[in-house]
């Protein structure tokens, strides 16, 4: 039996398609990346000039050398991955626990938690009214203003407790309590080792989530030694923003502004490489875990 399915002219016409499309999908997606890899070790006078647009132009490994010279962006880099571990750390905390008791079917009331859970996906207090809460709760200028605000997610609440109501058996729970296993101790003993898939994928959710946070310091943090590492970037960034746009300083203060500009101009972009490699370094070794992720609930047996 010829196991080769015979193509027609309209299938090889939407796979060659699909192939360019694909193509052309990649070459958007990858020139930013070859560009600030590029831009990272060129000239930034080529740079700037748009000389360099591709491969780099000028090659150096200033901006590089100041980068590990800085202590500012060394603190940031440090903040940020306490940040990461005690943030991921309290959103599992709370996220694990709060969807395994609302996948419980004996749980009272758990709908209407559940509907009030999903209402504030919907609708929230806003900024402002966030920030009095932060504010009165003495919360400011602290490390806790960047990992309670958020200390859950709802849609990652949803994703956990379908993944109880999917993937653990009713029957284990039942054989637990009829043993006398009290609630809490079948969700330590029982429930968390069976756990391990979706404890991971919320894990890699909320790290990436924290690694990549920078709006929760912008508003409640001004200490320079709580800012996390995307602030920093943010900060370089912002300077050179405005040593482009200001024209009419005179003296020492444009000159001293101009040098921190060609600071930021060298050293931006290998920033953004720092910031983002130790992500790009882990995904594809945690891929699996993200697909798993996106996969739960979609599938039951």
Known sequence: MNSAINETGVDKFMKIFIYIFLTFALLIVL??????????????????????WLLPKGFTLEGYKMILENDEIWRGYLNTIFYTALGTLINLAVTIPAAYALSRKD??????????????????GGLIPTYLVV?????????????????????????????????????????????????????????????????????????????????????????????????????????QEMSSQSTNLTGNMAEALHSKQQLAAIIKYGVMIVSTLPVIIVYPFLQRYFVKGVMIGSLKG
């Open 31 to 52: 020139y930013p990346l070859i560009y600030i890899i590029s831009a990272s070790v060129s000239d930034p006078a080529a740079v700037n000039s748009g000389e360099m």
């Open 107 to 124: 749980l009272t009331g758990r709908n209407f938690f559940m509907g009030m859970f999903v209402l504030t996906m919907f609708f929230s």
């Open 135 to 239: 504010k009165s709760l003495g919360l400011i200028d602290t490390i806790w203003a960047m990992v309670l605000p958020n200390a859950a997610a709802v849609w990652n609440i949803v994703i956990a407790r379908v993944f109880f109501q999917v993937t653990v058996p009713k029957e284990l729970e039942e054989a637990a309590i009829i043993d006398g296993c009290s609630n809490f101790k079948m969700f330590m003993k029982i429930i968390l080792p069976l756990s391990a898939p979706i404890i991971a994928v919320m894990a890699l959710f909320y790290g990436v989530g924290h690694w990549n946070s920078y709006f929760n310091a912008l508003i409640y943090i001004s200490d320079k030694d709580l800012f996390p590492l995307q602030l920093v970037l943010r900060e370089i960034l912002v300077l």
